[in-house]
């Protein structure tokens, strides 16, 4: 290895040298942890916006009795498995409450009751998507597309079924974002 102070900038430019190639155990030390950080904030990241998903799919799961319902992801990509469609469409349908949140968060001042408002219109929002305009889809858009998944026709059973499903489902995903709307519109509220 070259001493440092051998080095002059012509011998870095002509020898295809950097500064921090001439010192590989500097070159590498700092930059480890950094990366490391940064994954594991992408995975906390990850896990906090999954996690909502996640909760309402195991609160969701009795529905998984009727075998529409079932056969409903049993259709949806990939063909033919069960859970994985099921994990992927609870998380999907939990997407409407964390954007209200992100928005929330990132537009409205936190001072006063604005919070508070915004986490309230993403229930109620949210619950409306999930409750009423996800059946829809499921039943009016997903046969046009290809996706047949009823047997028994899309009658009023499957409608009810899926109604129900869904407005569990905001329910489930609105419980937390009520008590923490009402917390903060508490005087002294965070």
Do not use: K, N
């Not at 870095?12 to 010192?23: E, H, K, Q, R, W």
């Not at 940064?38 to 916006?49: N, P």
């Amino acid at each position: 290895m070259v001493p440092p102070s051998a080095l002059t900038a012509s011998d870095v430019v002509a020898g295809g040298l950097t500064p921090l190639s001439a010192f590989p155990a500097l070159a590498s030390a700092p930059i480890v942890p950094a990366v490391v950080d940064t994954a594991i904030g992408w995975l906390w990241t990850i896990v906090l916006f999954a996690f909502p998903g996640v909760v309402a799919a195991a609160l969701w799961t009795p529905f998984l009795i009727a075998a529409r319902f079932r056969a409903l992801f049993v259709a949806l990509p990939p063909a033919g498995r069960l859970v994985p469609s099921y994990v992927g469409v609870a998380l999907a349908l939990s997407v409407p409450y964390l954007v209200g949140i992100v928005l929330t968060v990132g537009l409205v001042d936190s001072a006063g009751p604005g919070w508070s408002e915004g986490f309230l219109d993403t229930a109620l929002f949210g619950g409306v998507i999930v409750g009423f305009v996800a059946p829809a889809f499921a039943v009016l858009g997903l046969p046009r597309v290809g996706v047949d998944w009823d047997p028994t026709g899309y009658g009023p059973g499957t409608w009810g079924l899926l109604v129900t499903a869904g407005l569990w489902y905001a329910l489930v995903a609105a419980v937390p974002l009520v008590a923490l709307a009402i917390g903060m519109a508490l005087p002294g509220g965070y």
